[in-house]
Nanobody
């Protein structure tokens, strides 16, 4: 059974960095489109970044130039490197295998 598990969240100061990881159990990870979503309190879940099996990436405008999505097919792991974090990046971040396989989420709080 395919199941993503996120890690790497926590409390980060504005302007700081954090790296999220998503390890996917099961087979065929290299064939999956993968994505990171986030949900802030009182807001809808939104797509942050996506990466296809060949490594092509896409980002929402508000994180372009600050966040980098990547994957390591040898270890069934997807990453989200987040730099120059802002208070508005505070949210629970979810790993997604489209359309409807989700991890449990990891909290990222950006605050001084």
């Amino acid at each position: 059974q395919v199941q993503p598990v996120e890690s790497g969240g926590g409390l980060v100061q504005p302007g700081g960095s954090a790296r999220l990881s998503c390890v996917v159990s099961g087979r065929y990870f290299s064939l999956f489109m993968m994505a990171w979503y986030r949900q802030a309190p009182g807001k809808k879940r939104e797509l942050v970044a996506g990466i296809n099996p060949s490594g092509s990436t896409s980002y929402r405008d508000s994180v372009k130039g600050r966040f980098t999505i990547s994957r390591d097919n040898a270890t069934n792991t997807m990453y989200l490197q987040m730099n120059n974090l802002k208070a508005e990046d505070t949210a629970i971040y979810y790993c997604n295998i489209p359309p409807d396989i989700w991890g449990q989420g990891t909290q990222v709080t950006v605050s001084s």
